[in-house]
């Protein structure tokens, strides 16, 4: 029987040509959060980390203490919601991409950017994802109250949603 032999050699000698072409081409650029289309947990970290110091300005921006149970339960608790609120869609910043509130009105913060506000103040951001945010930190500082509404008559605990809620608002989505 006769038998012919394959060209591996030549083909062997080939493949690693071709390989070595197509990675020539290929610039390896380090990907930041904002660009990534999947969410990550770091993303999901990021968000939770501005929505909660946004919510506790007299921490400056430090890093909790483990002691700290109530702000790490607070922290926990917007980190629970943080993916259910974000979408990866255009951003305020321009023409890139990344993530952002849900339904982030980004007409009604540039027109409130140009109508209400001179260049450099922060704007206020109207999301209904932002009351989730609200609660989620209102029944982590108020464990007591889980799974209840609010009572129209109570004014001081709708006064500190209020509060909570008005700090969540001042946010820049071009950070």
Known sequence: MNSKKLPTKKVMTQIPAIVLVILSGLTLIPTPVRSQTRLTQEIV????????????????????????????????????????ILVYENIACGNERGWTLEDFDLELFNRQAFDRYPPNDRKVIFSSELNQ???????????????????????????????????????????
């Open 45 to 84: 970290n990021n968000w939770t980390d501005i929505l909660f110091y946004q919510a506790n300005p007299q921490l400056s921006k430090r890093q909790l203490r483990p002691n700290e149970t109530d702000l790490i339960r607070e922290w926990n608790a917007i980190q629970q919601i943080v993916p259910d």
């Open 133 to 175: 945010v609200a609660d989620a930190i209102f029944y982590a500082r108020n464990p007591e109250l889980s799974g209840q509404r609010l009572q129209s008559n109570n004014s001081r605990l709708a006064n500190e949603w209020l509060r909570i809620r008005t700090a969540i608002s001042i946010l820049d989505p071009c950070y």
